[in-house]
């Protein structure tokens, strides 16, 4: 079951503007989709992955505000579990 994120600070994507995100529980496939570089940078890869799951642009997301991005990874964060990019292991 997708879990909603209210956005306090609406974005664009696909050409509408988005005032909730709908991300949905990853399956197998979503996770061959990061990249490793991305393990460097664990904002940018849950950001990516969110965005994945939620159907938007990558860059759609760049456009969240900084509590928006704290509800995003408070939701994704736990899909990655705990690796070096998101906390040790």
């Known amino acids: 079951m997708p879990t909603s994120i209210t956005l306090k600070e609406p974005i664009q994507a696909h050409g509408e503007t988005i005032t909730t995100l709908e991300i ?38 760049d456009e969240l505000g900084v509590e928006d991005v704290e509800a995003v990874c408070a939701v994704v964060g736990p899909f990655l579990g705990k690796s070096p990019a998101t906390g040790g292991m």
Do not use: H, Q, W, Y
């Not at 991305?38 to 799951?53: G, H, N, R, S």
């Open 24 to 61: 949905r529980n990853p399956k197998g496939k979503d996770f061959k989709k990061i990249s490793g570089a991305a393990m460097e940078a664990p904002f940018k890869m849950i950001l990516d992955f969110a965005a994945i799951l939620a159907d938007v642009p990558p860059s759609a997301l």
